[in-house]
Every structure is written in C-alpha cells, then in structure tokens.
C-alpha cells in the first residue's frame, strides 16, 4: 500500500509540472487523480483475481490431504465392501482435483505473464505452488501403487482361499462319498417264486449264485434307514443277522415290518437282507 502511495504522488507531481495552458491545476489535479485511480482499481483487480485462484489452489490441496486420509484408514479395513467404496470414490475425487490444482496453476501462470503486475514475489509463489502440487501428485502415485500392490496381493490371497476350498469341498465330498459307500445295505423280500426267479434264492440257498440280480434290491443307508415294511402277513428271514439287533413285528393290519434296533450290529453279517414272504 505504501508502495501504490509513493506511486500516486510521484505521478501528481509530474501532472502538476505538465498541466496544459489554459486549465486550471485543479481541473487537470483531479483528471490525472481519476486516471490514477482507475490504474490502481485495476491493479487490484488483477492482483485480487490471483490471488483468490492461489487460495483456490491450496485449498483444493487440503481437501486432497483430507481425501489422503480417508483412503488410508479404509484400505486398513478392505475386507469391507463400504471401504472398498471409500477408497474407490476418494480416489477419484483425488485425480480430479489433482487436475483442477494443475489447470488453476497454468491459468495462474498466463494471467501473470499477460498481467501488468510484474511482480516476483507473485511468480515465486505460484512457482513454489506449482512444487507443492508435484509433490502431492508424487504421493499419490505412490499411494495408488501401494492400492494396487496390496489388490494384487488379495486377489493372489483371494485365489488361494478358493483353491483351497475347492480342495477340501473335492476332499470332503469324497470322504461323504466314501462314508456313504460303507453305510450302503441291500433287501429284498418276494416270494419263494419271485427269489428264485431272480437267482436269489437257488436250491434252498440264499445268495449262493454268483449272478443274482443285484438290481432287484432296494439300496438304503443303514445310518437311517432302520425301519423296513413287507406289506405280508407272512415273513421269514433267508439271510443271518445277530439277534438283539432287530425286533420282526407286526402292524395293526397284521403285516409284518423290521426294525433295527443296532444297525452296526445287524449289518456286521451282511449287507444283504433276504425275506420271504407270501
């Protein structure tokens, strides 16, 4: 301000040496004070209009910092699909208002150049400014491949966890496969006709030909399938199970039914179970 004064009054002074014949030094004092105060309006102008671009600037620098922050306590928690969020939409709030900051600084840069401010303390700020951003911008890129780094290595993560539960889902379908295949059990019941028919029962033996037909048994799982029906009021066990392992009974309609009493037992014999009936 001191400065602009100094400036003002050297210039009156030189008016009032050069004031055209003919016009009162009052007149021509109070035309050149005009001039003089358009000159200094409009330097302000300038001056404020820079300056205001520079706040603008620095102020897009501290929410980029905030954004900063943001990001870094999500990525502690990226198991989370809102974290995820916040890093995706901090991240591209970042990269938009690096290219803000980067665009104000060249038009900061052309304003001062076509301005008649010719200041250098102005062109030193806004070179200092222009180091600030690149400083953040070098930050970020190490922070995005920090991002990506740590993506790569969940996915590889992620790859593992999948691979190693497709094997155990293979490993424990197989054991299932397998404990199913050892709780297998067979019966069939028909009569005498019908079991010889099928080479079930030949000669008064039971399963004693190597080619009886196999399909003709109902397969069951003898962890829970303990309760058997013959829909006969006539039935005669051909195959040998432990007794005190079963109870041969019949229904309220006088049909006979089997139930297991101790599976493991009953089947220890055989899988097999053959009953006749009429």
Same mark, same amino acid.
Request: glycine share 4%; proline share 2%.
């Given at each position: 301000m001191m400065k602009k004064m100094l400036i003002a009054a050297s210039g009156l002074l030189l008016l009032w040496a050069c004031t055209p014949k003919g016009q009162s030094h009052d007149e021509a004092m109070l035309g050149q004070i005009d001039s003089l105060?358009?000159? @200094? $309006? *409009?330097? $302000?102008?300038?001056?404020? $209009? @820079?300056?205001?671009? &520079?706040n603008e600037v620095q102020e897009g620098m501290r929410r980029i910092n905030e954004a900063q922050?943001?990001?870094?306590i999500a990525d502690g928690n990226r198991e989370s699909a809102s974290s995820? *969020?916040? @890093?995706?939409?901090?991240? *591209?709030? &970042?990269q938009e208002a690096?290219?803000?900051?980067? $665009?104000?600084i060249a038009q900061l840069k052309e304003k001062l150049r076509n301005s008649t401010l010719h200041a250098d303390k102005l062109a030193k700020a806004i070179e200092n400014l222009q180091?600030?951003?690149?400083?953040?911008a070098r930050q970020i890129q190490e922070l995005k491949a920090q991002l990506a780094e740590k993506d790569a290595q969940l996915a590889e993560q992620g790859e593992q966890i999948n691979a190693l539960s497709a094997e155990n889902t293979a490993k424990g379908e197989k054991i299932s496969a397998q404990d199913a295949e050892l709780h297998k059990a067979w019966f069939v019941f028909g009569t005498a006709s019908e079991l010889r028919e099928q080479k079930i029962l030949a000669k008064g033996d039971v399963l004693k030909s190597g080619d009886f037909n196999k399909d003709y048994f109902t397969q069951i799982d003898i962890r829970y399938d303990k309760d058997i029906k013959f829909y006969?009021?006539?039935?005669?066990?051909?195959?040998?199970?432990?007794?005190?392992?079963?109870?041969l009974v019949k229904d309220k309609q006088g049909q006979y039914e089997l139930h297991i009493t101790d599976p493991t037992k009953f089947w220890s014999v055989s899988k097999y179970l053959v009953v006749q009936v009429k």
């Open positions: 105060q358009r000159l @200094i $309006d *409009e330097k $302000d102008v300038e001056l404020n $209009d @820079i300056m205001g671009s &520079i922050g943001r990001v870094t995820k *969020e916040v @890093i995706r939409e901090n991240m *591209e709030f &970042i690096l290219q803000q900051n980067r $665009d104000m180091q600030q951003v690149d400083d953040q006969s009021k006539s039935a005669k066990m051909l195959t040998s199970h432990p007794s005190g392992s079963y109870n």
